[in-house]
């Protein structure tokens, strides 16, 4: 299975502020088709996850533009422009490139 | 608006069996891709099966292999995961995903709890 690792695992930040998560992959996401399955996920406390960005750097319905996605091959990264108190949650990465589809451990982002 | 709805979830001793159910809403469910991912207490997210459009193929993780089995119904708009030989691990909330494409989960239920223990 492919594994993906998150970094760091709790991120400490200041609203107003830039934030960012790494994801990394165990093996390249790039698909024979030429595409990069490769999402993120934010859960808010005591809720279902939500999409955030799907194929590494499209916004999903809804999904205000301080996210934003980037990346590629084994590198993935995801951005907040500026921090608000109603992005604390854990976000998660997952590929969906390779069978089964698996998800990064999860890094939570709480407010100084 | 979308609405998936799960429930069947609840308590049930090792080596017992549960059938979570999933009832969908406010899109076309039968042109769509549906899965279970599950997550355990404090830890994190986990595939544990898809089914296709017509449910003529269904994809279990190996955790899960040979224990349960999605499967669904397009007329009634719902999704189901039967769970046998339940463990310990198997505990955690399930949550019915959407896929739109390539394990895409564009839209999740609110989970429902299953708890395997003695």
């Known amino acids: 299975d492919v594994v993906m690792t998150q970094s760091p695992l709790s991120l400490p930040v200041t609203p107003g502020q830039p934030a960012s998560i790494s994801c990394r992959s165990s093996?390249?996401?790039?698909?024979?088709?030429?595409?990069?399955?490769l999402y993120w996920f934010q859960q808010r406390p005591g809720q279902s996850p939500r999409r955030l960005i799907d194929?590494?750097?499209n916004r999903g319905s809804g999904v205000p533009d301080r996210f934003s996605g980037s990346g590629s091959g084994t590198d993935f990264t995801l951005k907040l422009s500026r921090v608000e108190a109603e992005d604390v949650g854990v976000y998660y990465c997952?590929?969906?490139?390779?069978?089964?589809?698996?998800f990064g451990q999860g890094t939570k982002v709480e407010i100084k | 608006e979308v609405h998936l709805v799960e429930s069947g979830g609840g308590l049930v001793q090792p080596g017992g069996s549960l059938r979570l159910s999933c009832a969908a809403s406010g899109f076309s469910f039968g042109i769509y891709w549906m899965a279970w991912v599950r997550q355990a207490p404090g830890k994190g997210l986990e595939w544990v099966a898809n089914i296709n459009q017509d449910g003529s193929q269904k994809y279990h993780v190996a955790s899960v292999e040979g224990r349960f089995t999605v499967s669904r119904d397009n007329a009634k708009n719902s999704l189901d995961l039967q769970m046998n030989s339940l463990r310990d691990e198997d505990s955690g909330v399930y949550y019915c995903?959407?896929?739109?494409?390539?394990?895409?989960?564009?839209?999740w239920g609110q989970g429902s709890l299953v708890t395997v223990s003695s």
């Open positions: 997952m590929q969906g490139t390779q069978w089964p589809p698996t």
């Open positions: 995903v959407r896929d739109a494409g390539w394990y895409n989960c564009d839209c």
């Open positions: 093996q390249s996401l790039v698909h024979s088709d030429g595409s990069t399955y």
């Open positions: 194929k590494v750097s």
